[in-house]
């Protein structure tokens, strides 16, 4: 299916709510790189327009819609699973903008072929191991402060956990947000449960009820 001109308002949330991944292309008439992105967005649908949908609508025309998703300038293109925004591209990275839906149509492959939804598998993540730590890096690799903080501390405990890194699977990295309501990494679950980030392991820590807590 070719890239749709949105209409209004109304046509636009029935994209972006469908069960299918939409490509959304936030433009403008007068921005010459636009109509580059859009040519683009052509070229993928010919090849992935099974699986993903791709839309284009005029950011001034819906400053609303806009404003909401933190458009400062055109073209962006932000990728949507069931009304959830997983992803962005801002500017004209022709490269970012293939590579990130080919990745997101792949997914969609794997979850027709096993009837997985995104909410089963990340319900069947959190439940993989009995703690388990989502961060970015894993254990032997932290990429950042706040996830090297969270295993230093844990560790401590000399319990087993697995790590999953957020950083390669941008559909779980935004999915989890969604699913747990908690915005930021390192996320920590028990039994599937979520217990919280890195404030709340410390606070736990201090009251001596962390390794209690992560044993569940």
Same mark, same amino acid.
């Given at each position: 299916?070719?890239?749709?001109?949105?209409?209004?308002?109304?046509?636009?949330?029935?994209?972006?709510? $469908?069960d299918r991944t939409t490509v959304a292309?936030?433009?403008?008439?007068?921005?010459?790189?636009?109509?580059?992105?859009?040519?683009?967005?052509?070229?993928?649908?010919?090849?992935?327009?099974?699986?993903?949908?791709?839309?284009?609508?005029?950011?001034?025309?819906?400053? =609303?819609?806009?404003?909401?998703?933190?458009?400062?300038?055109?073209?962006?293109?932000?990728?949507?699973?069931?009304?959830?925004?997983? &992803?962005?591209? =801002?500017?004209? =990275?022709?490269?970012?903008?293939?590579?990130?839906?080919?990745?997101?149509?792949?997914?969609?492959?794997?979850? $027709? @072929?096993?009837?997985?939804?995104?909410? &089963?598998?990340?319900?069947?993540?959190?439940? *993989?191991?009995?703690?388990?730590?989502?961060?970015?890096?894993?254990?032997?690799?932290?990429?950042?402060?706040?996830?090297?903080?969270?295993?230093?501390?844990?560790?401590?405990?000399?319990?087993?956990?697995?790590?999953?890194?957020?950083? +390669?699977?941008?559909?779980?990295?935004?999915?989890?947000?969604?699913?747990? &309501?908690?915005?930021?990494?390192?996320?920590?679950?028990? *039994? +599937?449960?979520?217990?919280?980030?890195? &404030?709340?392991?410390?606070?736990?820590? $201090?009251?001596?009820?962390?390794? @209690?807590?992560?044993?569940?």
């Amino acid at each position: 299916m070719p890239v749709v001109n949105v209409a209004n308002a109304e046509e636009y949330l029935k994209f972006i709510n $469908a069960d299918r991944t939409t490509v959304a292309l936030f433009a403008a008439d007068w921005a010459e790189q636009c109509a580059q992105v859009k040519d683009v967005l052509e070229e993928l649908s010919k090849i992935i327009g099974d699986k993903l949908q791709f839309i284009s609508l005029n950011a001034e025309q819906y400053p =609303d819609i806009s404003i909401k998703h933190q458009i400062e300038a055109v073209p962006t293109v932000i990728f949507f699973t069931k009304g959830s925004a997983v &992803d962005r591209v =801002d500017g004209v =990275d022709i490269a970012a903008i293939s590579s990130k839906s080919k990745k997101l149509a792949e997914s969609a492959s794997s979850a $027709a @072929a096993t009837g997985q939804t995104l909410e &089963d598998r990340l319900k069947a993540l959190v439940n *993989k191991a009995p703690l388990m730590i989502f961060m970015k890096g894993d254990r032997n690799g932290p990429r950042c402060g706040f996830s090297k903080q969270l295993i230093a501390i844990v560790n401590e405990t000399n319990l087993p956990y697995e790590t999953f890194d957020i950083l +390669g699977d941008e559909e779980v990295r935004q999915g989890l947000k969604t699913y747990s &309501d908690w915005p930021t990494y390192p996320q920590v679950y028990v *039994k +599937g449960e979520l217990i919280g980030g890195l &404030d709340i392991v410390k606070e736990l820590l $201090a009251n001596k009820e962390l390794e @209690a807590t992560l044993k569940g």
